[in-house]
């Protein structure tokens, strides 16, 4: 398990086997609970987001994106401030 420390407080990520989760937390961390409600995630492409977080999981693997493909964390796109990404390579 990893615990992130983020905006509002403490979000606790599960790993096992190749996938990845958000497990429940309180309402004043993420009061819609879309990020734990995802599930589990672990084919390239999947993601988690917890927008009032700013955080975004995605799984990477297979085939690597062109050097000019964009994301949040691209100089000049910035989709969120401070937006935190993660991405997990199994």
Same mark, same amino acid.
């Given at each position: 398990?990893?615990?992130?420390?983020?905006?509002? @407080?403490?979000?606790?990520?599960?790993?096992?086997?190749?996938?990845?989760? #958000?497990?429940?937390?309180?309402?004043?961390?993420?009061?819609?609970?879309?990020?734990?409600?995802? @599930?589990?995630?672990?084919?390239?492409?999947?993601?988690?987001?917890?927008?009032?977080?700013?955080?975004?999981?995605?799984?990477? @693997?297979?085939?690597?994106?062109?050097?000019?493909?964009?994301?949040? #964390?691209?100089? @000049?796109?910035?989709?969120?401030?401070?937006?935190?990404?993660?991405?997990?390579?199994?």
């Amino acid at each position: 398990m990893v615990r992130l420390e983020l905006p509002r @407080g403490e979000v606790i990520l599960e790993a096992s086997g190749g996938r990845i989760r #958000v497990l429940p937390m309180p309402d004043s961390v993420c009061p819609l609970h879309i990020c734990s409600q995802t @599930g589990w995630i672990e084919r390239p492409g999947e993601l988690i987001a917890c927008v009032p977080n700013k955080l975004v999981i995605t799984i990477e @693997g297979g085939k690597k994106p062109p050097s000019d493909a964009l994301d949040g #964390v691209t100089p @000049g796109v910035r989709l969120f401030d401070r937006l935190r990404m993660i991405h997990i390579n199994f």
